[in-house]
């Protein structure tokens, strides 16, 4: 007797071993009123993020380190008439894929690639028939130039490399079987050593809920293991029995996987007069992997390291209930103003705050600062600073 396994639609997945940061907005200019973004995608220097706007697709460029007003991409990307969605850049940053009407079916894949003679994006390629269904095909990430995944009817991946004779695309695998597909999927994105995958993924129990997840790549078994919740999701709360509130999804993690930028309703002001509101572009940093050890840096554009600062580890460690932390602030001479805006703030190991011991600009100089974790319970804490340029986390323990 052959057996099928078929997902079912209610999960009840762990949280992740991973602890992330509470999200904050990426930048103000990603707030617009009642204006869906989805898609965030980022070139490797992280100066330009390409999005769907709802109607077509944008970038955003960094100049002198502050993010400009969107740019709507030519009408090779925007012909017009049906909006595309969906982008997603290449890993040179020279080829960005999305979705568009028609072709094999209903919603096709697409790319184009930069022309440097115009120093423009080109005439739109579809992606032809292998990777196109007579389905919707909505979103495609690249691994590589000859490896991609793509999302099709929003429900499972499916993974297509080109094959070595014939150079065509070829399916190697289809996850419909797999704990990632099943209920609908929002988009996908790789660490560089492909042992992680981060997704959005509809939770149908849950009043519609769509949550943040991950999966781990098992080494014995070679292939993707169990998905688990990140710790920064929120609640969903309905509208007109459409989710509005505590959706997060389409994930874009960095090729470190030490920061995400993601898309997000949570807090998001109803239209006076629809059940319309705003997505957001929101950052979270890690602040434990998922072998419980502490992310110390985050090597990025977004948020850079400056050598001069320092976090030092708190004294006493063990601590029963007060413990002293020592931070110091670099000189002006490094470029900054005289005062930089500084947050040291402590978590619980599921990534929640629990005291903000600094909120204030501070100035060149050193600094102590006591916390008292009367009102906590025994455990593992972590402190972290975070500036403008610069954040680091530190492990602390209190015994009682």
């Known amino acids: 007797m052959l057996l099928l396994y078929i997902p079912a639609l209610s999960q009840d997945w762990p949280t992740a071993p991973e602890v992330w940061s509470e999200p904050v907005l990426l930048d103000s200019v990603f707030n617009v009123p009642y204006k869906w973004l989805q898609s965030p995608s980022l070139t490797k220097n992280l100066d330009t993020v390409y999005l769907d706007m709802g109607e077509g697709i944008y970038c955003y460029i960094k100049l002198n380190g502050k993010w400009q007003d969107p740019v709507k991409l030519n009408s090779y990307i925007n012909p017009g008439g049906v909006a595309t969605r969906y982008p997603s850049i290449s890993k040179d940053g020279k080829r960005l894929y999305f979705?568009?009407?028609?072709?094999?079916?209903g919603w096709d894949l697409w790319y184009s690639d930069w022309d440097d003679s115009t120093n423009d994006w080109s005439i739109g390629i579809n992606m032809g028939p292998v990777i196109?269904?007579?389905s919707n095909d909505l979103y495609l990430?690249?691994?590589s130039k000859d490896t991609v995944y793509v999302t099709q009817s929003n429900r499972h991946p499916n993974l297509y490399i080109i094959d070595d004779f014939s150079g065509d695309w070829v399916k190697a695998d289809s996850f419909w079987y797999h704990p990632i597909g099943g209920a609908e999927m929002y988009g996908l994105s790789l660490?560089?050593?492909?042992?992680?995958m981060y997704f959005g993924k509809r939770r149908w129990e849950d009043e519609w809920a769509i949550d943040l997840c991950v999966t781990y790549w098992d080494t014995s078994e070679n292939y993707w293991g169990d998905v688990f919740y990140l710790n920064i999701n929120t609640k969903t709360i309905p509208w007109q029995n459409t989710t509005k509130r505590g959706g997060e999804f389409y994930p874009w993690i960095s090729r470190?996987?030490?920061?995400m930028v993601f898309c997000s309703n949570r807090n998001a002001p109803v239209h006076p007069d629809s059940a319309d509101n705003t997505t957001n572009l929101f950052i979270s940093y890690m602040l434990i992997d998922e072998n419980g050890d502490t992310v110390t840096t985050v090597d990025n554009n977004i948020s850079q390291i400056t050598n001069s600062f320092s976090l030092q580890q708190n004294y006493p460690n063990p601590f029963n209930p007060k413990t002293k932390i020592k931070l110091v602030i670099p000189?002006?001479?490094?470029?900054?103003?005289?005062?930089?805006?500084t947050k040291l703030t402590v978590f619980d190991m599921l990534g929640r705050e629990v005291a903000t011991l600094i909120n204030k600009p501070l100035s060149a100089g050193a600094y102590e600062v006591e916390f008292d974790g009367s009102n906590l319970s025994s455990g593992v804490y972590y402190y972290r600073i975070r500036t403008s340029d610069f954040i680091k986390t530190k492990k602390m323990i209190l015994l009682r």
């Open 99 to 105: 979705s568009g009407w028609g072709g094999f079916g």
């Open 141 to 143: 990430y690249e691994v």
């Open 132 to 134: 196109n269904s007579e």
């Open 331 to 341: 000189n002006v001479e490094t470029g900054h103003a005289p005062s930089l805006q």
């Open 256 to 259: 470190n996987g030490k920061f």
């Open 191 to 196: 660490t560089e050593n492909k042992k992680k």
